[in-house]
């Protein structure tokens, strides 16, 4: 990874359930700086080594903005803080997945108690100097508005190339950063997201402190509940339809997107883009997980 990765990410056509599809390829852009994290951190990826000493974040311990903050630190040289609730026993003596990976970047991790935790978030926003940064969990924060805008413009350059009228475009959502910014800055398309992380309600609060939300975004929910990062069969299973299809998504958000909208058909009328968000390397973690549930 060295911040010039080659852009724009291509688009395939993508053939699924008899369906015609196009993706777009951000999960290539680079290995551990993938997908939307890439998209997110590009504008902190132009900054001048010199601008920060320090950056610090917080949030889960397999969380795929971790691995990426930690790989845009050690290209700059930059120290990595990160706050995080006490990690289980084994993931501290057998360290796996975005978090092993991490560790091995340089990420100096702050182990706080769960009651603790809030209030030690709350002091890092009252502690950080001039040379310092906090990227808020996720990486939702205003910052990422710049390197989604050139998504923006690639898509467009994309459908004008392509002679599309009207254009659907899909990615997942956890914090809604990604799908928001999207969503404002291509105000003529029909942005679809879902939320992964929590409900919609959840979702709306979260795009909510970004700004208004713009009437082409569009949350779609799945009939079935199903909680953050955890295993079911039936995600596990379009996972790997999509695998044999042609592409490798992530088990967590790719798998619940894509899981919903084939429930959501009358929503794909016309073309239909999804953007690959990336998060490859924590499909071995969650793989892991089904083994030990007896999914697989
Ligand atoms: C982080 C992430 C998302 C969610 O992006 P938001 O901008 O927080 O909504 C979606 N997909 C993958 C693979 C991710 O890693």
């Not at 942005?191 to 609060?205: A, N």
């Amino acid at each position: 990874m060295d911040g010039t990765a080659a852009l724009p990410a291509p688009v395939e056509r993508f053939m699924f359930r008899g369906r015609e599809f196009f993706v777009k390829r951000d999960e290539l852009i680079d290995p551990l700086l993938s997908g939307n994290k890439y998209r997110k951190l590009y504008s902190l990826m132009q900054m001048p080594a010199e601008r920060y000493r320090r950056l610090t974040s917080y949030g889960g311990t397999q969380s795929n903005a971790m691995l990426s903050i930690a790989a845009l630190c050690r290209q700059k040289g930059w120290q990595f803080h990160y706050t995080a609730k006490a990690l289980p026993g084994r993931l501290k003596e057998h360290p796996t997945g975005n978090f092993k990976l991490a560790i091995e970047l340089g990420m100096q991790l702050h182990e706080v108690s769960p009651e603790r935790y809030h209030q030690a978030i709350s002091d890092l926003q009252d502690s950080q100097e001039e040379s310092e940064l906090l990227v808020p969990q996720g990486g939702a924060d205003p910052l990422a508005a710049r390197g989604i805008n050139i998504l923006a413009e690639e898509i467009t350059s994309w459908q004008r190339q392509m002679g599309m009228a009207s254009l659907n475009v899909v990615t997942p959502s956890g914090t809604g950063t990604t799908a928001y910014y999207l969503a404002c800055a291509l105000p003529d398309l029909n942005i679809l997201t879902t939320p992964v992380v929590g409900d919609s309600d959840y979702l709306h609060l979260q795009m909510r402190a970004l700004g208004d939300i713009p009437d082409n975004l569009c949350i779609i929910e799945s009939s079935k509940k199903q909680h953050f990062a955890k295993p079911y069969p039936e995600l596990l299973s379009i996972w790997r339809e999509l695998k044999a299809a042609g592409i490798a998504f992530d088990l967590i958000y790719g798998a619940k997107m894509w899981h919903t909208l084939m429930q959501h058909p009358a929503l794909l009328e016309g073309p239909t883009l999804y953007i690959h968000s990336g998060g490859l390397i924590g499909n071995e973690t969650m793989l892991n997980r089904y083994f030990h549930k007896g999914l697989i």
